[in-house]
Nanobody
Framework: VQLQASGGGLVQAGGSLKLSCAASGSIRSIDDMGWYRQAPGKQRELVAAITRGGSTNYADSVKGRFTISRDNSKNTVFLQMNSLKPEDTAVYYC???????????????WGQGTLVTVSS
């Protein structure tokens, strides 16, 4: 299973970006999907997560500004980020809990990370 993230970039404070992450490979189904971020010198933290049924949860720091969604038919998760702040600057990683057809396949999968830089 591979996760391919895209959509990062440089944006001014108050701007918007939309991240996408597509899972590919021998996938039977995907449970939870989510976005994490890691700023320089800090630990990786959960930004937002979404269940297969669409239930969501968000870090307090992004509530009301970020929206997570998914397209189960395309094994893709999105993160719409509005009203971006300089403190949102980080590498963003997507995560997917994947049930593969291969019983030895990994359940917890990570994308390669995409850099989001918010300038003040």
């Amino acid at each position: 299973v591979q996760l391919q993230a895209s959509g990062g970039g440089l944006v001014q404070a108050g701007g918007s970006l939309k991240l996408s992450c597509a899972a590919s490979g021998s996938i039977r189904s995907i449970d939870d999907m989510g976005w994490y971020r890691q700023a320089p010198g800090k630990q990786r933290e959960l930004v937002a997560a979404i269940t297969r049924g669409g239930s969501t949860n968000y870090a307090d720091s992004v509530k009301g500004r970020f929206t997570i969604s998914r397209d189960n038919s395309k094994n893709t998760v999105f993160l719409q980020m509005n009203s971006l702040k300089p403190e949102d600057t980080a590498v963003y990683y997507c995560n997917a809990k994947v049930l593969g057809y291969n019983p030895n396949s990994k359940y917890d999968n990570w994308g390669q990370g995409t850099l989001v830089t918010v300038s003040s």
